[in-house]
């Protein structure tokens, strides 16, 4: 498929942010399906232990995610200090999850209308880039997950495949929109 009318920033950015959004979609999916089978697979039985332990004492509690962290402090922080409760933040993290995934998506999108190397292995070195700034430098650097140093190799084997899946969706489907665009 051939990109319409050569090099154009605003459709770029355009068919990134749609593309953006829709593979938030497909990585939650893959996280809730083949991501979660790679997850077992991975686990040892003294980890699902430990971690049937921890559910537990959270007595069905949900457990509290980065982008529900996230929606907290972005609301604290424009409220001048009001939180979210549980219930909210369960709506908010999806809404953090998808607008920063349709962001960066748009970010995407207009760098790949100038630069072939942005689009390297079909998105998937994009996924990886996106991988390493978001889960393992800024996510713990805002302590909105717990520090890198406690977290193992096998634990990071699902997010990081998801944002494989994020970075080859999210590619695809740039392609598709913005040969209509």
């Known amino acids: 498929m051939s990109e319409r009318n050569g090099k154009h920033l605003l459709r770029g950015v355009l068919a990134g942010v749609g593309a953006g959004l829709a593979a938030s979609w497909a990585m939650n999916v893959f996280m809730a399906g083949p991501g979660e089978k790679l997850h077992e697979a991975l686990e040892t039985e003294e980890e ?3 971690e049937q332990r921890k559910a537990q004492e959270q007595n069905g509690e949900p457990k509290q995610d980065a982008t529900m962290k996230a929606a907290d402090t972005i609301t604290a922080l424009a409220t001048g200090g009001q939180h979210l409760s549980m219930e909210e933040q ?3 993290g999806p809404v953090v999850h998808y607008g920063f995934g349709a962001l960066v998506g748009g970010l995407y999108g207009g760098l790949a209308e100038y630069s072939s190397a942005v689009r390297k292995g079909f998105g998937t070195a994009f996924g990886s880039v996106l991988f390493a700034g978001a889960d393992l430098v800024a996510v ?3 302590r909105l997950s717990p520090p890198l140093s406690e977290s193992s190799a096998k634990s990071l084997a699902n997010p990081y495949a998801a944002h494989l899946v994020y970075g080859a969706t999210t590619e695809l489907l740039r ?5 209509v665009l």
């Open 90 to 92: 369960q709506i908010g």
């Open 48 to 50: 699902r232990r430990l």
């Open 140 to 142: 713990p650097a805002l």
């Open 175 to 179: 392609r598709v929109l913005r040969a």
